[in-house]
């Protein structure tokens, strides 16, 4: 594209503009181009098919009204929601008001940047990729913090202050996770962690050692924390803080910040997929260039979908933990297990070859032996169900 | 804002006044608390009832006897049954009219699925109070089969109008005996199902473990009642203690808290003993649906009903405790007084005392184990 894009000045279709100045214009056009046709309806269908996987766990039939089984719910939302009064609060500090679901949004917006969704689609692989998404989804904090104290509501305020405490408490575990896999792949960059692993599920950072299989779960874990996600919604919990830090936005505002959530689901599923499912690695069998984008493409999206269901899943089944017991389980159980996981990874660094693939094979087959078992366990629920909850997909 | 406080330094040490409601997700119907809050940690909450008062009482001295039974619905609206046998009972006991023995256990049938129900909702709403969304679906889903079943005894299936003075309104057929026994064939499972889901879950049983203590002092000295009472390891209920009805005929247990998991009377063995009454309607439905005899339901009862002058105070078991109907006759078509007792009213005055130094996610927690329900509090 940049090529293309120096041709063109080459050829003198920006005559008399600083070539700075046109980058800048094609890389917000570009930016526009992949937020409207990636990210918008990522979020969207991300929304859609909670709420059907959702009705379907609770015996319910969920949104099926709006194009084939409701895939363009959001859209009608969407439109919804603009349309709605953008009502601000007299008391409300209305500057601030308006500016935070655009701070809480551009935080989960500008994460992919560095989301390699393949080999060759990346908007910027930055030597400091997963750092810079540890520094970006930091802004949230910050506008969800905005949101409450503006919208000068007791229960916003209440809410904003749960998310502050809780978002700031979890990234230390997450951080010391994501520290795990910088110390076994020596960089930082996206794509040079997914280049680090193979694409057979022994070659993943997963499978590495029971630390890294330890940390995975706490790096899950405590982005479902950071994403707002239950079992730890606490921020919004709408039996106890009405709305939480939302409580006073509505119409396209409102959106906003769920569209920030939704699409943070995908930003979870991804960085857990670079980090530790070998990302876009695909079996070495394509030879045509598109073919082989597409097939990283896509083995990237299923993998990364795979743990937004889980999150679906999780948000389906658990209730809601209480503010101390939150702030407990980050400081006395996962911030000493994920320093453990970090130790006990540069330990094994230690360990000659032969050993580490040892390490690497007893921890393949535990993993994979939970996993059978647990699969086990779910297709018996689920063949020993009552014929009215019997899986029908399409209703 | 307006409020100005006194400033000491730089900053000010003040409480927080929060209102809870009337339009809070999980004050089940309009309820409010004046709660004062540290941070996330109560100080007081002072319940703030009278929103959805409709003068029940008030009308049933307007209205004739057989026309307050509709009325009488009203009082509690998931436990409608109940707030009918209670009243009928009151009238019956004042006129001396008896009740034909299928109408009793076409009383405890009803009352007993009514039962069932209104606990349905109860742990239902209290696993959405708690975050869980799930159970109270599945929770609706049952509920919605007794709800059939109500509408096939009796036509209605919210305000059923169906216990009248001197028995029932329709008898129940046996084919809707047979679809009571299929439900519950279908329904114990459901309970085992639903305790794997939510009842042993190690987040739910964390939040509701030791959360909001009501000692045996206090249930009495506060005067709670039903499963509230039997939280905290009393063992009193209505239909054991002052039989009524066919209740002395049939076995069933009374469950009383056990603090499996917490202390006695926390707000886990309340939820608990809701759980497993569910299980003892169960038994009920089943004896019943065996030892009902044949014959009318419902006696002779004259279209205009005079009970002589005198007074009686009629105690039923509902779902949310000893329902009491207090009616005075003065020898006229209509009733000189009625007062209502019901149990969420007098639940609702321990909030107070119990919420104090509990967090804001407990004070939740604890207005859904007390099971209060809003038309029940103001009638």
């Known amino acids: 594209m940049q090529a293309y894009l120096d041709q063109m000045i080459r050829d003198g279709a920006f005559a008399g503009v600083p070539k700075e100045v046109v980058y800048a214009v094609a890389m917000v056009l570009a930016a526009f181009v992949v937020l409207s046709a990636f990210v918008a309806p990522l979020a969207g269908v991300t929304s859609w098919l909670e709420r059907r996987v959702w009705a379907r766990m609770q015996s319910r039939v969920g949104p099926n009204r709006v194009g084939p089984q409701g895939i363009l719910q959001w859209l009608a939302d969407g439109i919804k929601n603009l349309l709605k009064e ?45 750092l810079y998404i540890l520094a970006v989804t930091s802004l949230v904090v910050v506008g969800i913090l905005m949101a409450g104290w503006a ?35 020596g960089t930082m960059s996206m794509q040079g962690i997914i280049k680090a692993q193979g694409w057979v599920p022994w070659d993943w950072y997963l499978f590495h050692s029971p630390f890294t299989l330890g940390a995975f779960f706490l790096y ?16 919004e919990a709408e039996s106890e803080l009405v709305a939480g830090y939302v409580t006073e936005y509505s119409g396209m505002r409102f959106l906003f910040f769920f569209f920030a959530e939704w699409g943070n689901l995908y930003v979870i599923g991804a960085v857990a997929t670079t980090l530790f499912l070998g990302g876009w690695q695909v079996p070495p069998i394509f030879e045509n260039p598109v073919l082989l984008g597409i097939a990283q493409f896509v083995t990237f999206f299923l993998k990364a979908y795979l743990w937004v269901f889980v999150a679906m899943w999780v948000r389906a089944t658990l209730p809601r933990v209480r503010v101390d017991q939150l702030m407990a389980l980050c400081w006395k159980y996962m911030v000493p297990l994920s320093f453990t996981c970090l130790l006990g990874t540069i330990g094994l660094m230690f360990v000659p070859a032969q050993g580490q693939t040892i390490i690497k094979a007893i921890t393949f087959g535990f993993a994979l032996a939970t996993a059978i078992n647990f699969f086990r366990r779910v297709v018996f629920q689920v063949r020993n169900a009552r014929p009215e909850l019997y899986f029908k997909p399409q209703i | 804002m307006s409020e100005t406080a006194p400033a000491r330094g730089f900053y000010t040490e003040e409480d927080m006044t929060i209102s809870v409601g009337p339009q809070h997700p999980s004050t089940h119907g309009v309820l409010r608390f004046v709660v004062k809050t540290d941070g996330e940690v109560i100080s007081e909450a002072i319940p703030d009832v009278g929103y959805l008062h409709r003068s029940i009482e008030k009308i049933g001295e307007k209205v004739t006897y057989h026309g307050y039974v509709p009325y009488t619905d009203r009082a509690d609206y998931l436990a409608a049954m109940f707030a009918n046998q209670a009243f009928c ?38 696993g959405q109070d708690i975050g869980a969304m799930t159970p109270f679906v599945h ?7 007794i709800n059939n079943l109500m509408e096939e005894i009796c036509g209605a299936r919210l305000t059923y109008n169906y216990i009248r003075i001197g028995g029932v309104g329709y008898d129940i057929l046996p084919e809707t005996c047979a679809k009571i026994g299929e439900f519950l064939n279908h329904f114990e499972p459901i309970v085992d199902e639903f305790n794997r889901l939510l009842s042993g879950n190690k987040i739910f049983i964390e939040r509701l473990a030791g959360v909001a203590v009501v000692s045996k002092e206090d249930a009495f000295s506060y005067n709670l009642v039903g499963p509230n009472l039997r939280g905290s390891g009393v063992k009193w209920d209505i239909r054991r203690d002052i039989p009524y009805s066919v209740y002395p005929e049939l076995e069933f247990d009374v469950p009383v808290g056990m603090a499996q998991v917490g202390a006695l009377g926390d707000s886990y063995d309340r939820y608990w003993v809701r759980i497993r009454e569910m299980q003892e309607s169960c038994k009920i439905l089943r004896q019943c649906l065996q030892m009902m005899p044949k014959g ?12 002589p002058a005198g007074e009686y105070y009629a105690r039923v078991e509902a779902p949310r405790g000893d329902m009491g109907f207090y009616v005075v006759s003065d020898g006229s078509e209509y ?35 007390l099971d209060v329900d809003a038309p029940e509090i103001d009638r």
């Not at chain 1, 409300?92 to 701070?103: E, G, H, M």
């Not at chain 2, 009972?89 to 039962?115: H, P, S, Y």
């Not at chain 2, 009318?296 to 009970?307: D, E, L």
């Open chain 2, 139 to 145: 929770a609706l889903r049952e509920r919605e089969t």
């Open chain 1, 151 to 185: 919208s000068n509501n007791k229960w916003s305020l209440l809410g904003g202050m749960r998310s502050a405490a809780q978002i700031v408490s979890y990234e230390i575990p997450a951080g010391l996770a994501i520290l795990t896999i910088i110390f076994l792949a």
């Open chain 2, 296 to 307: 009318p339901a419902i006696s002779k009862v004259p279209k205009k009903f005079r009970p």
């Open chain 1, 86 to 130: 953008d009502l601000i609060p007299a008391d409300a500090d209305s500057k601030l008001f308006s500016f935070a679901p655009y701070v809480v949004f551009m935080g989960f917006l500008c994460t992919f940047v560095v989301i390699p969704f393949g080999a060759d689609l990346i908007v910027a692989d930055l030597n400091i990729g997963i």
């Open chain 2, 89 to 126: 009972m009151a009238a019956e006991k004042l006129a001396g009219t008896d009740v034909t023995r299928r109408g009793e256990f076409c009383r405890v049938i009803a009352c007993e699925l009514n039962r069932i129900a209104s606990h349905l909702i109860s742990v239902g709403t209290f």
């Open chain 1, 220 to 235: 899950f874990t405590a982005a479902l924390a950071e994403g707002n996600r239950t079992p730890f919604d606490i921020p």
């Open chain 2, 335 to 369: 009733p000189y007084r009625v007062r209502i007792r019901t149990g969420s009213y007098t639940a609702m005055s321990i909030i107070d005392k119990i919420s104090k130094g509990i967090m804001l996610a407990d004070l939740i927690a604890l207005i859904g184990s």
